[in-house]
């Protein structure tokens, strides 16, 4: 709850008609600064993290949990306080019963769907943990791991919080055990990811797992109702449809989110003041099942967000095939690649299930039959989020 900014808004006062005030405070990727309902989990990754305010750095640990249970929400709200907090204390803090300063660790946080070689991890570690600007090239993953490693000589280490470590839609990702067999001795890792500990090769190298259960019906309906109260005009959602929404979403922030996003972007198009049930059906007719994460989608490369950018806009008939859908990508003025190479690009992506190759219904003459490409992401909300990056 960001009272200030609620303060803010209503002294601003209403901004004509205009439904949608920031797409950022609906946005299903955007996270909260205080996660709702969430106090739980937050306390007993605090627990697990009590020796690093004794000035030590504590065990390794797996957070995990399914999709959309808030557990990135936490870390990062977390992760980004003790952050300050490390840096503000880096001369010390006294208790009642200590009068002898203790120097935290560092805290730092890596995105597994950001993150796609080992030289980018700990380049994302080493930003962390120092002040002036780490190369993106031009130096070695050797060097890097060196650079931190002295960097990290003679500290109370660092505390690095590792998100989406089993992402399914990121299978090009580095393994996170060689990843973190590479850090310095004096540093530790808290995971996050949806299996449970028996199924990840982490639970070998882990002290510790702490659990995130699902979101309620009436805590996903308060998060709808905060989001858009931040980021829609006054009352453009009705009680009723964030009851709706979250009843469909069964406990998942992300795709609740995405419907009332959706839905506001639908609405906002057509000049309404207000989401109404038919923007609502349609935004969760837009859902498909299952739904790859959008933050997974929108960090994609260019080049690949640039086919599925042409991808989204083609009609049910151009996509009966690959090679169909294929061609008419290529064609679209605005995708500067080749046929072979967007071709490519739709076989990858449907590993990764961003998309899928579905067997048509009907086959004819010999041979294997053609797959129709399906989305597996909603296509207005990847659209306007893609928007809002430019």
Known sequence: MNIDARIDRRRRGDDGQRLVRDYTAIAPTAHADEPVDRGPALERILDHLDPAFEGTIPPNAYVHGPAGSGKSAVVTA??????????????????????????????????????????????????????????????STEELCNRLRETLTGTSGVVVAVDHVDDPEADDRPDPVELFAGLPSNASWLAVGRAPPAETALSDYTATTLSVDRYRQQILVDILTSRA??????????????????????????????VLFVAAVRA???????????????????????????????????NRRAVLRALVTLDEDERASVTETTEAIAADPDVDLSAGTVKRFLYELAEA???????????????????????????????RLDELRE
């Open 268 to 302: 906002d198009r057509e000049g309404g003041t207000r989401l109404s049930e038919a923007d609502v059906d349609a935004a969760i007719a837009e859902m498909p099942e299952p739904c790859a994460a959008l933050g997974r989608v929108l960090t994609l490369q260019d």
């Open 229 to 258: 109260s931040s980021g829609l005009a006054r009352g453009a959602l009705d009680h009723s449809l964030a009851r709706r929404i979250a009843e469909w979403a069964d406990g998942d922030a992300h795709d609740a989110l995405t």
């Open 78 to 139: 977390l992760f980004e306080r003790l952050r300050r907090t490390s840096a503000e204390t880096r001369t010390g803090i006294h208790t009642s019963t200590r009068a002898v300063p203790t120097t935290l660790p560092q805290f730092a946080r890596v995105d597994m769907r950001e993150t796609t070689s080992a030289f980018g991890f700990y380049r994302a570690v080493l930003d962390g943990v120092v002040e002036e600007s780490v190369p993106g090239h031009g130096v």
């Open 353 to 383: 299930g961003i998309i899928a190759r579905v067997r048509a219904d009907e086959a004819s003459g010999r041979g294997r039959p053609p797959s129709r490409v399906e989305l597996r992401f909603p296509p207005t909300a990847f659209g």
